[in-house]
Structures are given as C-alpha cells and as structure tokens.
C-alpha cells in the first residue's frame, strides 16, 4: 500500500484511491490513528460515509468497513487511555503544534460534563474524540467500565458513518458530487469545534472585562 504524499489527507476520495487493494488496511490505520493516538487532523467521518458510498468501486463491501472500522476505532481509544494513563499531562504543552494542552482542556472539561457517556458522544465531535480516551485515562476511569463504553461508542460512531454512506450513495447526485459532500462533512464535523471555541473566547473575554472592571472599582474605593 503506497500513499503519495501529494495527495491531501482531507480529500478523502482520493486518500481510498490511494490505498489501491490495500483500502481496508489503509482505513484501519487513518481511524486507528485518529481515535487515539494523538493526531486528530485525519478525515474520519468524512472517510467512513466516502468508503461507504465507494464501496463498490473499491472493491470492498458496507460491512467489511464496519468491522475494520470498529476494530481499529477500540484499539485507537484503548491506546489514548493507555497513554493518558502512564503519562498524561506531561504529553502537553501550551506552545505545541498538536499535543495543546488547550486540547485536553476541552476533552477534559467534556469528559467532566458527561463522565463515560463522552466515549460515545465524542466520537461525533472532532479533535475531542481524540483527546477524550487520553483524559479518561488521566482520570483514572476504571479499565472495565472504559471498555465497554469505548466499544459502545466505537460501534456507534461507524455504524452511523457507513450507513450513511449507503443511503448516500443510492442518490445519483452524491455520488456524482463526492468530492463537495466531503467537504461538507468535515465543516459540519468540525463546526462543534469552532462554537465551542468562539464560546470559549468569549467566556474567557468576558472574565478579562469583570476582572479589570473589578480592579478599577478596588482603585476608586481605596
């Protein structure tokens, strides 16, 4: 299985293509990768529905992306939790280019707001689903009861991605478009991202203005 660098990991069709007989191969490493080891900026969503509108030209068939899926989506979360297990936060740095602590903030904050249910809500949410397992592990969530959940969660999200896929594909026009639906995909993937920042930015600009507005009362006062 060769992948010229040339072609752009967000392209997704193209990325299947690439993989030539190797495609399911090439699909359980992108979504191993993505779920868990700390590299977020891969087309997982977007490269679940695509394989499952190109199956056939692929060579391959709905199911056997499920089961590739699901499989490599466990081991990708049970590596995080590994990781955040034995290392945790000493990954992260402020300055960094993908391991931000601003980051496992977020995944942090999110695994807080809805305990192990994040495992599968957060298999929705881009870069979340990354960093989520990592803070589960960093939690210390009980090994048993993390598995389970990533199992549940794994199995959600890939179903949901292939199937639809395959209503997908069954319309003429999609299929003719794959490249626009693939776009569309990832903005509406990583639009929760993006709300969630600006809301973060907001908050934090919001906090900035009470604190100042505190000190100058203080200031008037003495």
Do not use: C
């Amino acid at each position: 299985m060769m992948l010229p660098l040339a072609i752009p990991l967000f392209d997704a069709s193209s990325l299947l293509h690439s993989f030539g007989p190797g495609v399911l191969l090439g699909i359980g490493i992108v979504v191993f990768i993505e779920s868990g080891v700390l590299f977020p900026f891969l087309p997982g969503d977007s490269l679940l529905v695509t394989a499952a509108i190109l199956a056939t030209p692929l060579g391959i068939a709905p199911w056997q992306i499920i089961v590739v899926g699901i499989l490599a989506a466990v081991a990708g979360d049970q590596v995080g939790y590994w990781l955040g297990r034995e290392f945790g936060r000493r990954l992260f740095r402020d300055d960094a280019r993908l391991l931000k602590t601003s980051h496992l903030r977020e995944a942090e904050a999110f695994f807080t707001k809805y305990g192990a249910l994040s495992l599968v809500l957060g298999r929705f949410v881009p870069v979340v689903r990354t960093y989520v397992p990592l803070a589960a592990g960093t939690a210390d969530l009980h090994w048993r009861r993390f598995t389970l959940w990533n199992v549940v969660g794994a199995a959600t999200w890939v179903v949901v991605m292939t199937m639809v896929g395959v209503l997908l594909g069954g319309i003429p026009f999609v299929a003719d478009h794959i490249d626009v639906l693939a776009i569309v995909i990832v903005v509406v993937s990583v639009l929760p991202v993006v709300i969630g920042a600006l809301r973060t930015r907001q908050k934090r600009r919001a906090d900035a203005r009470r604190d100042r507005t505190s000190q100058d009362e203080q200031r008037v006062i003495g």
